[in-house]
């Protein structure tokens, strides 16, 4: 009896999800343009999530199956921003910066509300930014969601893939955002 009460402990441990630290490593689909016509550009960001945790991916160790970031949310963040200004013709590091932006992640999430098992994952992403020239500012907000539906736990490089697909995404949406383009443009 005692080997049963072992094995069945062992077996259900091993369904146990252990936490998941992912690194964000986003990628915006930017079409290049001479919006910038080489103005310099300061780029900013900052985590404003109240909660750093993505989330859980659920099951009956949802305590035990958090996904948390390992690396800068801010510095990824403003990398990606400054890569996709300066395919917009933006220089980046020139002086304070003519043009300034400011992002800022509001949301980033990654959950199962699966509490037996994981098959279902809830995913969102939101992005606020603030763009000043001068005495004029530009406020955009971008979002991006969806859902995955799984037959087991994903592993950590699944949930680092999705995360960083939702986030290029919702960055895709910032320079896909024709009054963003225009406000640049009327303000050289």
Same mark, same amino acid.
């Given at each position: 009896m005692k080997k049963l009460v072992c094995l069945l402990a062992i077996l259900l441990a091993g369904c146990a999800n252990s936490p998941l630290q992912i690194s964000l490593k986003p990628s915006a689909n930017v079409a290049p343009e001479n919006i910038g016509m080489g103005r310099p550009i300061m780029v900013s960001a900052t985590?404003?999530?109240a909660d750093k945790s993505l989330g859980s991916l659920g099951g009956v160790y949802?305590?035990?199956?958090?996904v948390t970031i390992k690396n800068s949310v801010s510095q990824a963040l403003e990398e990606e921003l400054s890569r996709g200004?300066? *395919?917009w013709g933006f220089?980046?590091?020139?002086g304070s910066g !003519?043009? !300034?932006?400011? $992002?800022e992640l509001v949301k980033l999430g990654?959950?199962?509300p699966d509490k037996v098992y994981t098959s279902n994952i809830d995913k969102e992403c939101e992005v606020r930014v603030q763009v000043r020239i001068g005495g004029a500012t530009y406020n955009g907000n971008y979002r991006s969601s969806g859902d995955e539906r799984l037959?087991? $736990?994903p592993s950590a490089a699944k949930v680092q893939h999705?995360?960083?697909? *939702?986030?290029?995404?919702?960055l895709t949406n910032v320079f896909a955002d024709e009054k963003l383009q225009a406000f640049l443009l009327e303000h050289r």
């Open positions: 985590d404003a999530r949802a305590d035990t199956s958090s200004f300066e *395919l220089s980046e590091g020139a !003519q043009v !300034q932006v400011h $992002a990654y959950h199962s037959l087991v $736990a999705s995360i960083n697909e *939702l986030l290029s995404s919702t």
